[in-house]
């Protein structure tokens, strides 16, 4: 496999958190970067929890300098989940059952195999540099007495596929589908990337739940709309959320 043209790469034995590297090296990096841990310490996953890392598992953050509004920024996290979705299908052979979760999951067989977190540096309405934070289950399923009640069920790819699949491996799968939904983003903008993601997209269709600190809202998962944000058909009528967490 063809590493993408313009990536740089390192390969880190330990680091705390592939993002907080990010955030150490992010002023001298000339290009997109990408950053893989062999062995990651304190990994974290949205609204400050914690990401379980057991060994053989990948953590990476992929550092670039994007271009547009804050809001068009944000929309890397579905390029993201797609090129996850892509890689796992090139190195199992294998599309059935994985599934993407919004905003920012990867889901196999009804349960969570990776998350994707996104870290921006900048001023105003603009961002300088991105870091995109990936953690795939790739050999181990990590403990589950820290799961929130209602939250999906980890699992690993090897745990339900029978396939072994080493870090260094999944990021050369990984960083080769991310360069073409990136070029494809840039070039025709989130549509594609939407449609894209829509036809791989968890509970479509179904009735779901999303939780913000401060309210609750279930209704059918009618689509996303062309800001990343869910559209859910309630009682009440059409409901966008900019961010939640889902529930179903």
């Not at 313009?6 to 993002?19: A, I, M, Q």
């Not at 949205?46 to 990948?58: E, I, Q, S, T, V």
């Not at 903008?189 to 829509?198: C, K, N, Q, S, V």
């Not at 609750?216 to 409901?239: C, H, P, Q, Y």
Request: aromatic share 8%.
């Amino acid at each position: 496999m063809t590493w993408p043209t313009g990536y740089g790469k390192r390969v880190l034995p330990e680091v705390d958190s592939t993002l907080d590297e990010a955030a150490r090296i992010v002023g001298e990096l000339q290009g997109p970067e990408w950053i893989l841990a062999l062995r990651q310490t304190k990994g974290r996953a949205r609204r400050g929890r914690d990401w379980k890392d057991p060994k053989g598992n990948f953590a990476a953050t992929l550092v670039i300098r994007p271009e547009g509004p804050a809001s068009q920024v944000a929309l890397r996290s579905f390029v993201a989940s797609l090129a996850v979705y892509d890689a796992c299908e090139s190195l199992t052979g294998r599309s059935e059952g994985l599934a993407l979760k919004w905003p920012n999951d990867v889901l196999l067989n009804g349960g969570k195999l990776a998350g994707i977190l996104l870290e921006s540096v900048g001023q105003g309405t603009g961002v300088s540099h991105l870091s995109i934070g990936i953690g795939v289950n790739l050999m181990e399923t990590p403990m589950k007495e820290w799961l929130e009640p209602g939250a999906v069920w980890p699992v690993s790819l090897l745990s339900e596929t029978g396939i072994q699949v080493a870090p260094e491996d999944f990021l050369e799968a990984l960083a080769a589908a991310f360069a073409r939904y990136e070029e494809q983003f840039a070039t025709y903008g989130f549509e594609p990337i939407r449609t894209a993601w829509l036809a791989r997209a968890a509970k479509l269709g179904e009735v779901i739940t999303a939780r913000t600190a401060t309210s609750e809202t279930e209704g059918t998962f009618e689509t996303v709309d062309a800001s990343g944000n869910l559209v859910l058909n309630t009682a009440k009528g059409r409901i966008s959320i900019p961010a939640a967490d889902v529930y179903f």
